[in-house]
């Protein structure tokens, strides 16, 4: 069905109006899907035109796309794509700012705690003395990843677990926003073996102070860069500073796309927005930045892999990742994170004059406004 987005626009209009929790019939059901996959398709279309105009764009086995010196792609995300490495372990559950996009905004201050000397991995509970026993028993993955809050409010805890992983001859990466990176920190990081540490630069503004940080980063640690949501604010912020950040050495910068979720849509309200495979929503704008930051790389041929980590590459992720862990053939942890669907959230675009359909039909008998009774 191709519905119209006149069409679309009325429906929308009705379900955002629903009482919460009204659980739509099963031809609302169908136009709301339809609303999706026109909306959808208009992106693709869009996105695929936009990396048509990307020299040298080149893909990891089918799977995401980049550009740059191949040795460059983030080991990290090599393992988590390809390899058996989209093991997360969490500690640390406080942070010392609050970035707009943030998955936790608002909740920043109420994260449950890890608990005392604990460390979660792959969502089990261990002292670090059990990492031994884990080691001995389980296969080890290709690599790991410190993920949740900002590891470097408690940094020094990090150093004895990155170097019992270290031993193993197992991948580690992190994730800071680099406000409160030291020059001894990193020394202790790269010294207890950790091998990538990625900067959340757009939820610092790009500060200079961050951007120096990364450049003694690069002299302890293998591989750095930028992992960061793309925003129109960072994209503008970038390009301000772009030959200090280039200049600082590192490797690459993964371009994520902004994806929302009831945390943190409060801070994009009245953007344009659409919904990835039923799954991840996310401003329309963030991936096409990517590709324009990425086209630009290219042309002037930036000594940093552009890594563009998109809703698509996240749902490869996933498939990839339970392919591993013998999930059946389909499986995938790739899901929506709003439990009920954000429907006032699509009424922008369908408003929006410059945003059209690919194609468009009437609708079939039966589904118009007044014509439902199933
Ligand atoms: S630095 Fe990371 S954890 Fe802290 S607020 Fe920003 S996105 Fe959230």
Redesign the pocket.
Known sequence: MKISKKDALIWFRFFAQLPEGEELMVRQQEIVYATFAQIEAAIDARNEQLQKEIPNLKCLAGRTYYVGDDDKFPRGCRSCLTGTGLSAIRKTNT?????K?????GD?DCIPPIGEGMWEIGGTKFYEKDIDLLLKIQKHPTGISYV???PFMEIEKYYPVIRKFHEAGIHQHM???GTLCTEENLKALGEAGLDELRF?LG?VNCADKVIENMRLAKKYIKYVGIETPMTPEYFEQFFQKKEAILSTGIDFMNCAELHLNPNNIGNYEGENIYIARHGYVSPIWSRELTLKFMKIAAEEQWDVVVHDCSNFTKFARSIHQRSQEDGWFGASTYTCEFPVVPYGAFLPILEDENFAFLEEEELPKGYKPGELFF
Do not use: K, Q, V, W
């Open positions: 942070c010392n700012i609050a970035c996009f943030c998955y936790y905004y920043l949740y809050l900002e994730y800071t926003n959340n939820g």
